[in-house]
Structure formats: C-alpha cells, structure tokens
C-alpha cells in the first residue's frame, strides 16, 4: 500500500499569483464576453434592413452602451472642420453638426494614416467639440470609416469614464466602422438603384430630344454625385454639347468638337480630377455620350461607371422615344410629298394665330391650280407629283419667312398671313404670287404651262375661325376660277356672306336627292313648222325646304364641285329613261326622244361610257331614243372624246348645247360624234332684237350653215316669241324650244303635249345614215 502524498500548500506568492491569474482570466472572460455581446449587437444591426440613417442611429446607440461612451459621433470633414453628420449623446442643436470643430491633431492623423488613434488622459481643446470638452472627458478613439484614400469620415467615440481604449476596442472599433461603411454604400448602391428606376421615369416623360438631354445632365450630377455633367451628341463627325450642368463659361466656347477628338479630349475637362464617360448605345450605333467629373480630390463612389451605363441605357430608350416621337409628328403635320405643312397643321396654326391677342388681321390664300387635272391625265401621276414639289418651291421663294405655307390636299395650296392690316394688302399679295407662278416649268421633260386661281380673305383675332375663313378662301377662289386661269379673287365681309350661303347649299345638295328634294321637268322640242313634240329636255329641279325652287345654273356647279353630280346625274338619266321608256308605251310616244344634259364632270368616272348605257338598256330603251348634251369645258376635252366615242358607237346621239358661246366649239364639231347642235339662246333672242338683229342673225345663219355642211341638225334655244321662230324656220331651222313653245313642265302635264309623231330628223341625221 502506498502511503498518501498529502498535497502541497501553495505558499503566500503563489496563492497571490493564481489569484492574478484567476482575475485575468476571469477579466478575459468578461472582455471576450463582452466583446462578443458587442459583435452580435453589431451584426444584428447591420442585418436589419434598416435604411442609412436609422441604421446609423441604431449603430451609434449600441456603440455608446458597449463602449461607455457618452458621445459617439460621425463627423464628416468640410473644409479645415470636422462636422458631426450623425451622433449620439449630441443634441440635436449643438453647433458641432452646423460649424463643427477644427480638426484637431488625433483626427488629422487617422484621416492621413487610416489607422485608429485613441487617447487617454486630459484633452486639448481642438479635439473634440466644445460641448463635449465640457463633459469631463478622459479618453477618446478615432476610428476611420474607411480605409480607402481620401476617406473623409470618422467614427469618434468620448468618455468621461477614466479608462484608456484598449488595442482590442479599436481593433473591434475599426472592424465595426468598415462593417458600417460597407452596409451604407450597400444600402446607398440599393437607393441608387431606385433612383435609376425613378428617373428612367422622368426621362421617359420627355418626348422632345433638347429637354430630354437638359433632364439627363441634372439626373446625371445627382445620381453620380459630380461636380460637373455633360452630355454630347455625335453627329457628321462633330461632337456637339447638348446640355450640360457646372460647366465654366469658358469651357462652353470649346464646343463643337470633332468628333475623333472626343476620345482624348473631353473639351470640359479642366480642373477635374476624375472623368468617367459611357456612351448612350443605340440601335444605329452610338450617338450620344455622358460625362460625370468631379473637381474635388476624391474620387468617385465605386460602381458609379455602372451606374451610369445603366443610366445610359435608360436615355437610349428614352432618345429612341423621343426620335419615334419626333417622326410621328412630323407625319401627323406634314404633306409627305412637299413637306408642306398639312391640313391639320394649318389649321391649328391658324388657330393659334386667330386667338393671339393682336391689333393686326389675318390673311388666307387659298391656290388652287389650273388644269392640274390635264396634267396628271397626259403626262401620269408621276409628272404630277413631280409639278406640286416644283409649284411648292416656287411658292415658298414667293411667301415671306413669317407666312405659313401649307398643302390643303390635291392641287391645292393655303398661305395664311400674318399681321395684316387690310383686304387690299391679302389681294396685293396674292396677285404677286399668282405672278410669281404664272409660268412654263419642265415637268418629267415636258414644258407645262403652270398658274393658279387664288381666293383671299381676311380674318379678325376673336372672330373668325379657321373653318370659316378656309371656307370663305375657298368659295373667292372658285370665283376667280369661274373668271378664267391665273386670276384672284378676294373677299370682303359681304362677299363672305354671300359664299357662306353658296357653301351651305353646297352641303345641303349633298343630301337634296335622299331627301326627295330632286325632280325632272320636261322641256319639248318641237318641230318648228308641224309644232310637234320630237323630244323632250331633261331639266334638273331642287325644291328647297327655306329657299323655294333653287335654279340648276346655282346648283349644278355646287354639285360639281362636291362631286355630288355624278350621282345626281346618273339619277337623272335613269329617272329620264324611265319615263321615256314610259312614253314609249303610249301609241303617240312612239318615236320620242329624250335629251338629257351631261356635266363633264361625269366623265371624270370610270366606264362613264358603259355605266350610261347600261342606265338606257335597263329601262329598256334603244340608246338611239336618248340624246345626251355636252357643254364645251375646254379643260375636259380627252375625257370628252373618249365616252363620246363609245356612246356614239352604241347609236347614242350627241349634242353639243349651248353652241356658239365658246370659242372652240368648232374643233369639237369634227374630233366628236356630234350630230345635233343647239343654238344657244342668247343668238335667238337676238335675231329678232333692237337694229333689226343683223349681227346675231347672221350668226344663226352661219350656224345652220355650219350644221348643214357637216349634216348635222340643228335646234333653236329659248324661242320665246312667234317672230324669233318665223325668223328660225326662214333660215331654216328645223327644230326648237322655248316659253312660246313650251315652259319645262312636271311629267304629267308634259305627257299631254304628246300626240302621234313623224319620224325623228335626228335619228334621219345620224353618221353614215
Ligand atoms: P340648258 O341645257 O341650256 O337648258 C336650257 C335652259 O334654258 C333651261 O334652263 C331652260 O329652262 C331654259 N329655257 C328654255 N326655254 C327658254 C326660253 O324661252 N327663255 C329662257 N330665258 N330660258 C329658256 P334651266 O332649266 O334653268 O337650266 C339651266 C341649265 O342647267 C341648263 O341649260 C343645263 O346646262 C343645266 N342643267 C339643267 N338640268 C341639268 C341636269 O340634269 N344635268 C346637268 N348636268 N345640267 C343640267
Ligand atoms: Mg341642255
Ligand atoms: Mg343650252
């Protein structure tokens, strides 16, 4: 058995010495513990999703407690000052956020070292604000925000408890100011990312390129945090600066640049310490570039040239917004072919000038081409095209830069005047332009006479309107078209209201024949010596509800210019067909022949010439029975040959009325299949007139002459008395109408006229018969 080794006493320096120990480590314990208490409370902080400022808030609150600190501030450094941008123990009016302190020598030292500094014991005055030196305090640390150069924050913590910042509080200390800085530029990229969403936003909105690129120069300054941001575009080998924010004056006068020189030389990059550009990439290559500098010796965040290239893409889009912008206004503005100003344009433009507070009137031209038509039909659409940008031309070298010059549609033109003070001035004027175009231009090669009839208004601010003044332009020209080519025509207030009358008959024919306001009076024509009736005239009515019976010789041309007569006109033969086909059917109608007037404009349509006779056959007539009137319309002559041919090929016979009053009336005779002329009226009403009648006599006689030679029949108008026919029949004419014969007549009492018929002398007359 071994005896027990009774366990040695520790003596007196022992005992002390384990006792030391003991408290060390019990002290390590503590300080481990506590440190790490302070690591959780840090990273459980930095874990929130907290923003900036509360995250600071919070931060400074724990490192207080932990550190038992009676002030821990963050002081940013402006100029030769510190001044605290968060605290905790300041308050909130301390004079250390507003002025802050100088920097003293601890904080000097860890801004140039980055490394903490701390210090224990009695503090000189320029260390720390004057408000905390009041406190008692007797140690202090400065820690770096970051250890990047050129960091300029400082975490600074007070105590007036009389304990030194141990090496491991300033190793936690920097460990936690790096934590800190990271989490806030994270939290910074985050916000910055959001602004980049919100201001893609606000680039968005801009569909116009200059404001657009004066939007981007602010957004660019705020979001990089530059001193200075331009924006420059490229284009035919120069760069231009678009907008800009914080350029010098001097450095604007640089500007343009070329283009190669971009790369090397910025042009505004004097005396900035860092530059970064990205270029606005788009679709057809790069056409704009962004700069962001800065003057101050820090540089940028990082991930600022990310950000601006994110920014870049956010313009791109934008630009290609306001470009599609830009030519869809450009459409909605624009004649495609001349490039004029359109309709709707000219309209609002007038409009505006109609509502400008002013003294001083407003002109309209409204031009409408002659013989545009003959053009297009000769020559092809192309040669007339290729006329409009020539007349475009000429007209705007003739309008002054302040007018307005727009195409109205076709072959027509508007100048609207500014600041005009009377009506002679918009005549003056117009005559000018009238002048200016009146002229031979080679079109595709060919020489085409060119002119104009111009109709001309004034308009007063306030009163007139768009539509009324182009209304009232329109109704002068179509009277200084009526006058012949290249004339103007202006209107006065009167005559305005005389065409706003015309123009509202206009619109109510459009309607006239649904509303069963169109009917046919029937005219005879009677064989001079027998008075029998051979044919009857078709003559168009309009029974207006307010203005009673409207005269065709105001209507018609209404209803050529809208185009309207094409309908009415075929409404016309088929109701005349209709009843002839009628009086057909009755023993004494036999052998009846109907004529009907035909507008040139008629002709202007498609199988004109196959519509017609279809019209006769279904109502079941021969298109001998049917006589068709053409008025000499010198500007219709190719239409006219051709459906005259066609018609006259079937057996349709065809007058020429109103013979006599133009002058070429005799070439029709031998390019047309005419085979009946009437004599106009104004000759008959003049054989039996004051002197005997000589002169209109002998013309009549020449006339039936003419007729007789080329074996035509002729047919006396408007015979209103028995001497004018006795003096008709001894020259020989044949056939005639007229009040003493016959007013027109309703259908009914036109039928009682009839009785059993010779055989028709035109249908005797007809070619090759
Ligand atoms: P127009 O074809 O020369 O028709 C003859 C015109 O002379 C008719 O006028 C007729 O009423 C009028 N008249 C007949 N006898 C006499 C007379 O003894 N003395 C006088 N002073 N006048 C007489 P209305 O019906 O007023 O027609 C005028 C013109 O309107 C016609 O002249 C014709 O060019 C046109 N018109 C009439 N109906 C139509 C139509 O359906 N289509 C087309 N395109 N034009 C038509
Ligand atoms: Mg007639
Ligand atoms: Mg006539």
């Not at 659409?381 to 475009?392: C, I, N, P, S, T």
């Not at 039996?688 to 003419?706: E, F, H, K, Y």
């Amino acid at each position: 058995m071994t005896a027990a080794v009774p366990a040695a006493v520790p003596d007196e320096g022992e005992t002390e010495q384990l006792r030391q120990q003991l408290a060390a480590a019990v002290d390590a314990a503590r300080d481990a513990y506590r440190d790490t208490t302070r690591l959780i409370q840090v990273l459980d902080l930095l874990g929130r999703p907290a923003g900036s400022a509360e995250l600071i808030g919070d931060m400074l609150n724990v490192l207080s407690d932990a550190f038992f600190a009676d002030v821990v501030c963050m002081a940013r450094v402006a100029g030769e000052r510190l001044v605290v941008a968060a605290s905790c123990g300041l308050p909130e009016d301390d004079p250390a956020y507003a002025q802050g302190w100088p920097v003293g020598e601890a904080a000097r030292r860890t801004l140039a070292t980055t490394e903490p500094t701390a210090r224990h014991g009695t503090m000189p005055d320029d260390d720390a604000p004057g408000s905390v030196t009041g406190l008692g305090i007797r140690s202090a640390a400065w820690i770096p925000l970051s250890t990047e150069p050129y960091a300029d924050t400082l975490l600074i913590l007070f105590r007036s408890l009389d304990q030194p910042f141990a090496m491991s509080d300033l190793r936690m200390l920097t460990s936690v100011a790096a934590r800190l800085q990271m989490a806030l530029q994270e939290r910074e990229r985050h916000a910055v990312i959001e602004q980049l969403a919100h201001y893609g936003h606000l680039l968005a909105r801009h569909l116009e390129v200059d404001p657009l690129l004066d939007e981007a120069a602010e957004l660019l300054l705020r979001l990089t945090g530059a001193d200075r941001a331009w924006v420059v575009t490229v284009e035919g080998g120069q760069g231009r600066l678009r907008a800009h924010r914080g350029l010098p004056p001097a450095l604007l006068a640089a500007w343009p640049v070329p283009a190669r020189s971009l790369d090397d030389l910025p042009a505004c990059d004097a005396g900035l310490s860092e530059v970064l550009k990205v270029a606005v990439s788009r679709e057809n290559g790069a056409t704009a570039l962004l700069y962001a500098g800065r003057e101050r010796p820090r540089p940028f965040a990082q991930g600022t040239l990310e950000i601006m290239t994110i920014f870049a893409n956010y313009l791109g889009v934008a630009l290609t917004n306001a470009e599609l912008y830009l030519a869809l206004t450009d459409r909605a503005t624009r004649d495609p072919l001349t490039r004029l100003a359109n309709r709707s344009a000219l309209v609002s433009h007038l409009d505006t000038l109609l509502s400008a507070a002013d003294p001083t009137r407003i002109g309209v031209l409204f031009c409408d081409l002659d013989g545009f038509k003959s053009v297009n039909d000769l020559f092809g659409h192309e040669a007339g095209d290729e006329l409009l940008m020539q007349v475009a031309d000429r007209l705007r070298s003739s309008v002054r830069p302040d007018d307005l010059l727009a195409r109205f549609g076709g072959d027509e033109f508007v100048i609207v005047l500014d600041r005009v003070k009377q009506l002679s001035e918009v005549a003056e004027i117009g005559a000018r332009i009238c002048a200016d175009l009146d002229d031979r231009l080679v079109v595709c090669g060919e020489q085409v006479h060119v002119s104009a009839s111009i109709g001309g208004v004034l308009g007063i601010r306030g009163e007139a309107t768009p539509s009324t003044m182009l209304r009232d332009a329109d109704a002068a020209m179509y009277v200084a078209k009526a006058r012949g080519s290249g004339q103007v025509e202006v209107f006065d207030e009167d005559a305005s209201h005389r065409s706003r009358d015309r123009l509202d008959l206009r619109a109510e024919l459009l309607l006239a024949r649904t509303r069963g306001q169109l009917h046919l009076a029937y005219q005879p024509i009677f064989a001079l010596d027998s008075r029998a009736v051979v044919a009857f005239e078709a003559l168009l009515r309009w029974t207006h509800p307010h203005h009673g019976t409207v005269p065709p010789d105001v209507f018609i041309p209404l209803a050529e210019e809208t185009g309207a007569i094409v309908e009415i006109g075929q409404w016309v033969l088929a109701q005349a067909c209709r009843q002839l086909a009628h009086w057909h059917r009755l023993p004494e109608g036999r052998g009846l022949g109907m004529s009907v007037n035909l507008s040139p404009v008629q002709l202007h349509q498609s199988q004109a010439a196959e519509r017609t006779l279809d019209t006769i056959r279904t109502a079941g007539l021969h298109p001998a029975d049917i006589w068709l009137e053409i008025t000499e319309h010198s500007y219709l002559r190719h239409e006219v040959t051709e459906y005259a041919g066609a018609l006259g090929a079937a057996g349709v016979h065809l007058v020429l009325d109103d013979f006599g009053t133009a002058y070429s009336n005799l070439s029709y005779l031998k390019r047309l299949p005419i085979e009946i002329l009437k004599i106009d009226k104004s000759f008959v009403s003049g054989v039996t007139g004051p002197g005997g009648g000589q002169i209109d006599l002998s013309i009549v006689r020449a006339i039936l002459a003419i007729a007789d030679s080329l074996g035509l029949v002729a047919i006396a108008e408007g015979i209103e008395t028995e001497d004018q026919r006795a003096a008709l029949r001894a020259l020989g004419c044949r056939l005639g109408q007229g009040y003493l014969l016959s007013r027109p007549l309703p259908a009914a009492q036109a039928g009682l006229l009839l009785r059993p018929q010779p055989q028709m002398p035109a249908r005797a007359a007809q070619r090759g018969a």
